[in-house]
């Protein structure tokens, strides 16, 4: 059985396809993008490996250099970074329990909104007791600062 080389490019084509999936940087899909241009090519044309290689390495380049900007922007969606402020905000006033006890010394554990935040206080608390959330502490939003009810 013979396999044609336009046939070799299409599956190098699906093996860089693949790797896109595992690897991060969305840079692989760009020389898959080169493979399947590469094997068009040898299907159409009857170019030595060279010429098909050449072919392969300046379409991908041209591929990732002028799609890799613009198609970073389209599938990496866009941060608002008040989102998460609002969140966080959110959650601000609102009733916890305790469910490790919360030392002056040491954070302990509350559970809201059926979640466990880590939570912070100025007084010590005990499980089990209503709490109130003060303030959101961490930038990341995943301790609170709480006062006994």
Same mark, same amino acid.
């Given at each position: 059985?013979?396999?044609?080389?336009?046939?070799? $490019? &299409?599956?190098?084509?699906?093996? &860089?396809?693949?790797?896109? /999936?595992?690897?991060?940087?969305?840079?692989?899909? &760009?020389?898959?993008?080169?493979? *399947?241009?590469?094997?068009?090519?040898? $299907?159409? &044309?009857?170019?030595?490996?060279?010429?098909?290689?050449?072919?392969?390495?300046?379409? @991908? /380049?041209? /591929?990732?250099?002028?799609?890799?900007?613009?198609?970073?922007?389209?599938?990496?969606?866009?941060?608002?970074?008040?989102?998460?402020?609002?969140?966080? @905000? @959110?959650?601000?006033?609102?009733?916890?329990?305790?469910?490790?006890?919360?030392?002056?010394?040491?954070?302990?554990?509350?559970? *809201?909104?059926?979640?466990? $935040?880590?939570?912070?206080?100025?007084?010590?608390?005990?499980?089990?007791?209503?709490?109130?959330?003060?303030?959101?502490?961490?930038?990341?939003?995943?301790? *609170?600062?709480?006062?006994?009810?």
């Amino acid at each position: 059985m013979d396999i044609s080389v336009s046939l070799i $490019w &299409f599956f190098v084509g699906v093996i &860089f396809l693949i790797a896109e /999936l595992m690897l991060p940087g969305f840079i692989v899909i &760009f020389f898959a993008g080169g493979s *399947f241009v590469a094997s068009i090519t040898a $299907w159409i &044309f009857d170019i030595s490996l060279t010429v098909q290689t050449s072919i392969f390495l300046l379409s @991908s /380049l041209i /591929l990732l250099f002028s799609l890799r900007k613009y198609s970073l922007k389209i599938f990496r969606g866009k941060v608002i970074d008040d989102m998460d402020d609002d969140y966080g @905000s @959110s959650k601000i006033g609102k009733h916890a329990v305790v469910t490790k006890t919360i030392t002056p010394e040491l954070p302990g554990e509350i559970k *809201f909104m059926g979640s466990f $935040w880590r939570a912070t206080a100025s007084d010590t608390i005990k499980d089990g007791q209503a709490v109130i959330i003060e303030s959101q502490i961490s930038e990341s939003g995943l301790t *609170f600062k709480v006062k006994a009810v």
